[in-house]
């Protein structure tokens, strides 16, 4: 089993800035890969970005792209989400996710384990 708790959600204006941050527990952190996903109200879940187990990969979905990195720090069992230049678009809930076999992946089906997840709102 493997726990993850987000953070860093809240209240921004279009144009700013949030970093989101995901705490793992219950398992080896570095042989996981790590998503993100988010999921607007009366709206699928979708794919946000991704990781590979050791950073080396990393994909974007093309609507944040060049706005939003991920990244991850497998010494302190953490993947971030950092976001810039926001857009009311962006409101949703954010949720972290993670697979066991380490590949980055865009599909929510790929994932095993998710957060609670943490609103993200950008007002105009």
């Known amino acids: 089993q493997v726990q993850l708790v987000e953070s860093g959600g809240g209240l921004v204006q279009a144009g700013g800035s949030l970093r989101l941050s995901c705490a793992a527990s219950g398992r080896t952190f570095s042989t996981l890969g790590m998503g993100w996903f988010r999921q607007a109200p009366g709206k699928e879940r979708e794919f946000v970005a991704s990781i590979s187990r050791y950073g080396g990969t990393t994909n974007t979905a093309d609507s944040v792209k060049g706005r939003f990195t991920i990244s991850r720090d497998n010494a302190k069992n953490m993947v971030y989400l950092q976001m810039n230049s926001l857009k009311p678009e962006d409101t949703a809930v954010y949720y972290c996710?993670?697979?066991?076999?380490?590949?980055?992946?865009?599909?929510?089906?790929?994932?095993?384990?998710w957060g609670q997840g943490t609103q993200v709102t950008v007002s105009s």
């Open positions: 996710a993670a697979r066991p076999t380490g590949w980055a992946s865009g599909r929510v089906s790929d994932y095993d384990y």
